[in-house]
């Protein structure tokens, strides 16, 4: 019988060869796929994956030609991404413990430099004790669901991430939204679930797809008053926001009354991958217990662990590469408002330019690209329908010029197409 499957699998195009699954039902489903999609190219919100065929950085090369592109895009905040000792430890992370442990956490798969990484991260925040995911997407799906029961009531600003959006439907406590950013409303929402056992606020430090930062100073004091939890997710703060770029809490001076921080190694922390949750003992230690992520995904890769370990060092030894961000960022926000351009958010290093059209958006970008400027659009569902944007995200490894060069193309292309 094999020799039978063999002969007609050969007739069917060889091995290797692209298969289709055949039957009605797989048709139907080709087509309505199909449909879908041409809804997607005819609403103008196609996203289209550029391929990069050089590391990760401030200057870019594409694959089929394209070098000398500025890079105004990647959460590569601080430019760790390509730190030659960020690099340097993960080779040596990657010699020193192998390429992966093929197993989860608690099988097989902790090594001394998971350890070692926890604790970094924890003194990193100041506090107790932290536990590593695949990323942070992860981490925000497996806390909730540990943590809180159908006794308990979680609150979330409605411009949270998608992430944290998946992990709290996830959990089967009491669920409440507050407009975002509106201390009246999370007020009127929290004074709503006082019937509650636990109240959990959930929010962003730093929202990416606006570049604005959660009022967590009266969150917190909202917090006190009706004996609730503060939870944040740092993705866009840790690493360069506050003094020591330890995030949004140190920022704003509540360190000591933000319970709970989940937050990235993809991004400031050297942009490889894997996320973390960090907060008091207790709760990371039923994390390793009863977290599905954690419990049901291979650990980390050593080099991913050496990388993210060696760029905490880096910070932890000096803020220069954190500060250094601030003046560049005034820089080009101030340069763009004066060409005529609306920015969102304040003060943070994500930048969006507003323009409301998705397809205007998207065709802005293309031109600005061979203008040698690498932007993306943003359109619906990753941002509200009519918010449509191009998100300029600044590093610490761009140059004056870099910056400056960034702005003519934008007002070259924004008056071509009427944007300005």
Known sequence: M??????????GGGAGAPRAASGAAAAQLRRRLESELEDIRGAGTWKSERVIASRQGPHLRLAGGGAGIINFCANNYLGL??????????????????????????????????????EKIARFHQR???????S????????????????????????NHASIIDGIRLCKANKYRYKHMDMQDLEVKLKEAQKHRLRLVATDGAFSMDGDIAPLREICQLAQKYDALVFIDECHATGFLGPSGRGTDELLGVMDKVTIINST???????????????????????????????????????????????????????????????????????MAAAGFTISGKDHPICPVMLGDARLASVMAEDMLNRGIYVIGFSYP??????????????????????????EAFTEVGRKHGAL
């Open 2 to 11: 094999w020799r039978i499957a063999a002969v007609r699998a050969l007739r």
């Open 81 to 118: 991404s390509s730190h030659p000792e960020v690099i340097r430890a993960a080779v040596e992370a990657l010699e020193k413990f192998g390429a992966g442990l093929s197993s989860v956490r608690f099988i097989c798969g902790t090594q001394s430099i998971h350890k070692d990484l926890e």
């Open 128 to 134: 107790e004790d932290a536990i590593l995911y695949a």
């Open 136 to 159: 942070c997407f992860d981490a925000n799906a497996g806390i909730f669901e540990a943590l809180l029961t159908p006794e308990d009531a979680v609150l979330s600003d409605e411009l």
């Open 265 to 335: 190694l993809g991004k400031a922390l050297g942009g490889a991958a894997g996320g973390y949750t960090t907060g008091p003992k207790p709760l990371i230690d039923l994390l390793r217990q009863r977290s599905r992520p954690y419990l049901f995904s291979n650990s980390l890769p050593p080099a991913v662990v050496g990388c993210a370990s060696k760029a905490l060092d880096l910070l932890m030894e000096s803020n220069a590469i954190a500060q250094s961000m601030a003046a560049k960022t005034q820089r080009f926000r101030s340069k």
């Open 382 to 407: 990753v941002v509200p329908k009519g918010k449509a944007r191009i998100r300029v995200q600044i590093s610490a490894v761009h140059s004056d010029e870099d910056i400056d060069r960034c702005v």
